[in-house]
């Protein structure tokens, strides 16, 4: 019997991460141990700012959070995907569609880590434009209330991005294909096989996608736009260069993430192959939280010197 929006199709084949056999167990291999990077790089992270209090600063506060956040979104799906990885799925169509909503519930974790990002850009702003105030404007009780606000902000962007997300969905109708090129319900994959009109749906994507990367990429810009502009009149080479190297890491991170975001989201399901949205979607959900941990450890002095006093003061 059809589902009650007048869909023909009562479930849907997930066609996993690749129809290559011999490509299965590399693969599992592969992501397991990213995934296991992930994990340990994030859990250590947090572990060494609760554990050394010369950590204790508003940089450290957000990296403890943007840790968190990286380790609850890339659990999301990852697990899933190695749990599915070879072998294809059937999924009811009530079941696809409540990994809809649930999928841009997990928005509430990729709009927190675009908040986080945010106020990161605003504490090297403060940092390198006013470091005598630093400690004074960025105060704990100033880093709690960005925390406080951008999370709320987050869940409610995300739930309501949900419910016009799974509403639009429900109003289409399927018919004869019922193989998602995906390895869960994703958005674009399942809008392919529509057999009606999804600018609605595409709309509605674009336009949360829209507002939650372009709109926090600027603010970004202007951030780095004033503290470039103020690092251009230090005299001093060194004073240049020591300036330049407390952004370098939160640069890479903004690039990774917002990059990967921009190739996923904010292109129409008709542009571009499905391998490429895979690719996408794996880089996004699992790359970019296994290389943060890695970027903020190797590139900064004062977590090599924490982990090296956290490690000697362990007693065997």
Same mark, same amino acid.
């Given at each position: 019997?059809? =589902? ?14 690749? #129809? ?37 600063? =508003? ?12 380790? %609850?979104? +890339? ?39 675009? @908040?986080?990002?945010? +106020?990161?850009?605003?504490?090297? @702003? ?21 925390? /406080? ?5 987050? @869940? ?18 399927? %018919? #004869? ?28 994507? /674009? ?8 709109? =926090? ?5 202007? /951030? ?33 993430? /917002? ?24 880089? %996004? ?10 970027? @903020? ?20």
């Amino acid at each position: 019997m059809a =589902p009650g929006n007048g869909s023909f199709v009562t479930q849907f084949i997930l066609m996993g991460l690749t #129809d290559q056999p011999d490509l299965h167990l590399p693969l599992f291999f592969l992501f397991l141990g990213m995934y296991t990077v992930t994990v340990t790089g994030n859990l250590n992270l947090i572990i060494l700012i609760l554990l050394n209090s010369h950590l204790h600063t =508003p940089m450290y506060f957000f990296l403890f959070n943007l840790s968190f956040i990286d380790l %609850c979104y +890339s659990s999301v799906f990852t697990p899933k995907m190695l749990i599915n990885l070879s072998k294809k799925n059937i999924i009811s169509y009530m079941g696809c569609m409540t990994q809809q909503f649930f999928f841009f519930l997990f928005f509430f974790f990729v709009i927190s880590e675009i @908040y986080v990002l945010i +106020s990161m850009a605003s504490d090297r @702003y403060v940092a390198v434009c006013n470091p005598l105030l630093h400690n004074v404007v960025m105060s704990p009780k100033v880093c709690s209330r960005l925390m /406080f606000g951008s999370s709320l902000g987050s @869940y409610l962007m995300a739930f309501s991005g949900a419910m016009a997300h799974t509403g639009c969905m429900l109003r289409l109708t399927f %018919c #004869d294909a019922s193989n998602i090129n995906h390895y869960f319900c994703d958005i674009h994959p399942l809008l392919q096989l529509s057999s009606t009109s999804t600018f609605i749906n595409e709309l509605v994507v /674009f336009f949360v996608a829209g507002i939650n990367i372009i709109v =926090p990429n600027i603010a970004i810009f202007v /951030f780095y736009g004033l503290i470039f502009s103020n690092i251009f009149h230090i005299s001093s080479t060194e004073g240049r260069s020591k300036a330049l190297s407390t952004c370098s890491s939160h640069i890479i991170a903004v690039s990774l993430f /917002f990059g990967s975001m921009s190739f996923m989201y904010l292109k129409p399901s008709s542009a571009g192959s499905m391998d490429d949205r895979r690719i996408s979607s794996v880089f %996004c959900t699992n790359v970019v939280a296994m290389m943060n941990p890695l970027i @903020y450890s190797f590139r900064n002095k004062d977590v090599k010197t924490a982990l090296r006093k956290t490690v000697d003061g362990i007693q065997f």
